[in-house]
């Protein structure tokens, strides 16, 4: 296959970009407002003396003056202690409101510089070439921008094209209990949205109008006061597709065909004779439904409905489309032309429905164009009803009722077909209408954006993704050997018996498991799923569901068992070596990022599996998609060893592909929060190695993560934009940085010595599990009704293995420690320094040049400048209980003194004088947020306190209180005031877990 040229390190200098929009002035002029606006709302809903004492509370939170630091702390624990518990939860509330109105603000200022820069000049003048290499590579670039600097660097058009045909960005939603807000909030946070960007555009409009929308915003948030902010019950999966799938509804349905128009434009200006992507380069998958690893609340047939769901939505937004354009085309014979085709096409449909011709020929006799999408629309409405009756009847039960036509009942009268059988028919029709158009010298861009939205969407909208841990097929497979009495069961051979027996069995026509046997639940489960799978497979097509993750990937069998239970299923045919069905290992522990490129090379040196994988793959060459977990490898190794663990297995893979003659897809399994991967997109994907996207990646979306991408049309573009423009520009750079010997053997001493360092803490310190039960709201968070998946994967166990990453994040964030995110770094460095102390020179160098260096220290000096540790403290002393207050003083003090150690050294690294000194943005809103979140911090512990209190005794009178008004609270009232701080800080930080 023909490599696309790429741009040379000193090439790509001219690509850095222009200093970003003034931000930090339109955050300055607008956060009036909102301040404004929250204290109005307070004295409205709050009786005077409580309003009074959150003002006080706020504004000795915003104190500058660092002298007075410790008096404010104390005035603030003094104000908090006075509070019974109605005003505590008052003000759990009011800091939560206030920092979701900062995070409208801050999104509607994201939106607002895009549109700046989509309407200013080109910047090439602005462009210096005597810029460092990738130096300032941090500021995402838009289509117009990066394709004017491609053309002023001279790339050529047909480098361009080729990798604009290659291109492949999916984003895979997934149901990881992240969203800490209501879904019935969300749409609250809208509204005010919507009109706090109509009143900051009001100066278009009269006084009268400005007055009148003030006062709008100000009911409107009022009445977000009085909604509960708390989930009422524990949601069920088929409440998280719901959720997942509003921001396709709201957003996505309508910003994919503008994505795909902007890059056009952009494209035409700098390019005009390149041809440009398919429709769908960039799509949706889904995990929503679909992952069951270690929820047991997903099943075959929660699958199954949340397919009929995802179908149902689409047939609904194309009914709609359908109807507009009916109402729209209305082209007479008498005075335009209309293509033979579609006329044959009418004559046609008049015989499968004559009783729309009877009903509608009379009206459309001379309107060729209303007449076939009034077909169109019976066909969209036979495919509903089958649709429904399909969700309905279940995966098991096929259903062989037909839909009824207009005027007709069930039946023979209404025969099979005549619904539309797959999303091809009813594109094939679309474009029998715009060939016909387009013939006649006609454009129409409403059927232009539908026949986007089809080929990005389908009938499917998302591709559901299946998910299951590694060990739940080897334990199927254990039981039936055993059943089978094989000499030797399945759980008993070594690794290399495992492969062999299962390639022999690969290749057999022979079914395995006996149809009328009776199996245990779990193992007849993991059989029910791949025949579920046939099944959305041959209803749905394959689009719906084509890949298979498996999660705890350790080996070369936990791959090839998936590929036998789902040739079992009839996924896969031996005959034909084909398969139906891509398999994904999800390699996620250190020790298995280390082993990932040892276990491909053995899976490609088979044969039988490089065919099965042709066979999936439509591309020149065979596909092979692997995905890497952030996660459990940040957990088990700390923040520096687990993206360097990542970083080396993404270039082992990448080179063992290219050897082998297999095109790799990369999975990144990336959270909302630095210590699961996250942190801006823009920069990730070019710290990515350069020569491993090749214009394919695939990242996680999830949690809090879609409200700040999504929720906004404009914003949901500019992330869209920025992803696409990122794995644009890194496909092309071609740096070499990544070989550097010196460059990797320094990294690879830094990630050893962080890991050490980060397992002394965390893994072999016998107090730690304790520590972070006691000083962080660990065990609250887990009562959030926030997930139909439980926080731990054994129930009952109190361990650190068994708890999920997500709210190992979460714990620590909540108590301003947001460990998992920087510890280890600074040890790792001031041993590399003590060793050498010429290094510090080459670290301040690699900061300049390497992305992934830049990267890896931009998201420390981020996460460190959110920590508190005065706050962290405090957690400690009021929550450790006083038989642990030594050994939890120990660790604590080496957290603090860790701290200190990485925060001198990223400093020195990167130049600034204070953390972010290089964002002035980000830093001022990390330091409003910083200053206000201060009362959240202190409420949580006394809350915490109060409520762990009552745990060990009958529940207490608040009459004791200086303020207390006698009453007798109890646990869940105790409970709920520490849920609402949890809520408050999750949106004063910006993110969960």
């Excluded at 509804?249 to 994505?259: C, E, K, M, S, T």
């Excluded at 949580?940 to 060990?952: E, G, K, P, Y």
Aim: aromatic share 8%; glycine share 6%.
């Amino acid at each position: 296959m023909r490599q696309p040229v790429t741009l040379s390190e000193a090439s790509t200098a001219a690509l850095a970009q222009p200093p970003a929009p003034q931000v930090t002035r339109l955050l300055g002029e607008r956060l009036e407002l909102v301040e404004d606006l929250w204290q109005t709302v307070l004295r409205s809903e709050c009786p005077p003396t409580h309003s009074e004492r959150l003002l006080r509370l706020k504004r000795l939170s915003d104190t500058s003056n660092h002298e007075l630091e410790g008096e404010a702390a104390a005035a603030i624990v003094a104000l908090i202690s006075d509070m019974d518990l109605t005003e505590a939860i008052s003000a759990a509330r009011a800091f939560s409101l206030y920092f979701q109105l900062v995070n409208i603000l801050e999104q509607h200022i994201e939106e607002d510089s895009y549109l700046a820069s989509l309407k200013s000049s080109n910047h090439e003048a602005d462009s210096d070439p005597f810029i460092p290499p990738l130096a300032n590579q941090t500021d995402p670039a838009t289509f117009r921008e990066l394709f004017s600097r491609l053309r002023g660097l001279n790339l050529p058009p047909a480098t361009l094209e080729f990798l604009l045909r290659e291109l492949d960005i999916r984003l895979v939603f997934t149901a990881h209990p992240t969203e800490i807000v209501r879904h019935t909030v969300r749409h609250k946070q809208r509204r005010v949205a919507g009109l706090i960007q109509r009143l900051q555009h009001s100066h278009l409009h009269a006084l009268d109008d400005q007055g009148s929308l003030r006062l709008q915003l100000e009911e409107e948030i009022r009445l977000w006061w009085r909604t509960d902010e708390l989930h009422q019950f524990k949601p069920s999966v088929l409440d998280e597709v719901d959720y997942a799938l509003h921001y396709f509804q709201q957003v996505l349905f309508h910003a994919l065909p503008q994505l795909r128009q902007r890059l056009h434009s952009a494209l035409q200006q700098s390019y005009p004779d390149v041809i440009p992507p398919r429709d769908a380069f960039c799509t949706f998958g889904s995990w929503v439904g679909a992952d069951r690893d270690g929820n047991p609340s997903v099943t075959p047939e929660i699958t199954w409905r949340t397919a009929s769901y995802q179908r149902r939505l689409m047939l609904d937004r194309y009914v709609h489309a359908v109807n507009n354009l009916r109402d729209q085309l209305s082209i007479s014979m008498q005075w335009s032309q209309v293509s033979t085709p579609l006329l044959e096409s009418l004559e046609m449909d008049r015989l499968r429905f004559p009783e729309i011709y009877e009903e509608r020929a009379a009206r459309y006799r001379l309107e060729p164009y209303r007449l076939k999408l009034s077909y169109i629309l019976e066909r969209l409405r036979l495919t509903q009803e089958r649709n429904q009756l399909l969700a309905e009847a279940g995966w098991e039960s096929p259903c062989d009722a037909a839909p009824t036509t207009a005027g007709g009942g069930l039946g023979a009268q209404a025969p099979q077909d005549l619904h539309y059988g797959g999303v091809d028919e009813f594109r094939t029709d679309l474009e029998l209408i715009r060939d016909s158009l387009e013939a006649t010298g006609l454009s129409c861009e409403p059927i232009l954006t539908l026949l986007s939205q089809v080929h990005i969407f389908g009938f499917t909208l998302a591709s559901l993704d299946i998910r299951q841990e590694s060990t739940r097929h080897s334990e199927a497979l254990d039981e039936l050997t055993r059943y089978l009495l094989l000499p030797k069961p399945y759980g008993e051979m070594d690794e290399e018996e495992r492969i062999g027996w299962l390639l022999q069995e690969l290749q057999t026509r022979r079914p395995l498991a006996p149809a009328a046997a009776h199996w245990s639940a779990a193992c007849a489960e993991t059989f029910a799923v791949f025949r579920m799978l046939k099944r959305l497979q041959q209803e749905f097509g394959p689009r719906i569901c084509g890949t298979y993750v498996i999660s705890m990937n350790h080996t070369v069998s936990d791959i090839l068992e998936v590929l036998l239970l789902a040739k079992e299923a009839g996924l896969v045919d031996p005959k034909l070596g084909s398969s139906e069905l891509l398999v994904v290992p999800l390699f996620e522990t250190v020790e298995d990022l280390q082993r990932a490129p040892a276990v491909m090379a053995r899976l490609f040196a088979e044969p039988f599996y490089r065919q099965l994988l042709a066979s999936s793959s439509p591309a020149e060459l065979p596909l092979q998609e692997v995905m890497l977990g952030y996660s459990d490898s940040n957990k088990d190794s700390g923040f520096l060893s687990s993206n360097w663990e990542i970083h080396r297995a993404q270039i082992a893979l990448q080179s063992l592909s290219t050897d082998q003659g297999v095109a790799l897809r990369i999975f990144h399994g990336r959270g909302g929060s630095v210590g699961r991967g996250g942190g801006p997109a823009y920069q990730a994907i070019l710290a990515q190695p350069s020569g491993t996207l090749s214009g394919r990646i695939k990242i996680t979306e999830q949690g809090e993560v879609l409200a700040s991408k999504y929720s906004l049309p404009e914003l949901a573009l500019y992330n869209l934009e920025t992803v696409t423009t990122a794995v644009l520009q890194n496909s092309l750079v071609s740096t070499h940085l990544d070989e550097t010997p010196s460059w990797n053997e320094l990294m690879g001493r830094l990630a050893a010595r962080s890991r050490t360092h980060y397992r002394y803490l965390v893994h072999d310190n016998p107090n730690l599990v304790e520590f972070f039960q006691q000083v962080t709201p660990i065990e609250e968070i887990s009562k959030l009704q926030i997930s139909s998946r439980p926080a731990r994967r054994k129930s009952g166990a109190k361990d650190l293995s068994s708890l999920r990453a997500i709210p190992w994040v979460f714990g620590w964030t909540q108590s301003r420690f947001l460990l998992p995110s920087w510890y280890g770094v600074g040890a790792a460095l001031q041993e590399e320094l003590e060793r050498d102390a010429e290094q510090g020179e080459l670290l301040r160098l690699l900061y300049q040049r390497w992305p992934f260096f830049r990267m890896l220290i931009s998201k420390v000096e981020m996460t460190l400048s959110k920590v508190d540790l005065d706050l962290a403290h405090h957690y400690v002393r009021a929550l450790g209980r006083p038989s642990h207050r030594e050994p939890f003083e120990e660790i604590f003090e080496a957290i603090a003194a860790e701290y200190v150690l990485t925060r001198d050294l990223v400093l020195m690294i990167t130049g600034h004088r204070r953390l972010l000194d290089g964002d002035p943005a980000l830093q001022l809103s990390v330091d409003l947020r910083n200053r206000t979140i201060i009362p959240l911090g202190f409420l949580q512990v006394a809350l915490l306190r109060r409520l762990r209190d009552q745990n060990r005794q009958p529940p207490m009178s608040e009459g004791a209180n200086p303020s207390g008004d006698g009453r007798t609270y109890s646990r869940s009232e105790l409970l709920r005031g520490a849920l609402l701080t949890i809520n408050g800080i999750a949106a004063g930080m910006r993110n969960t877990g």
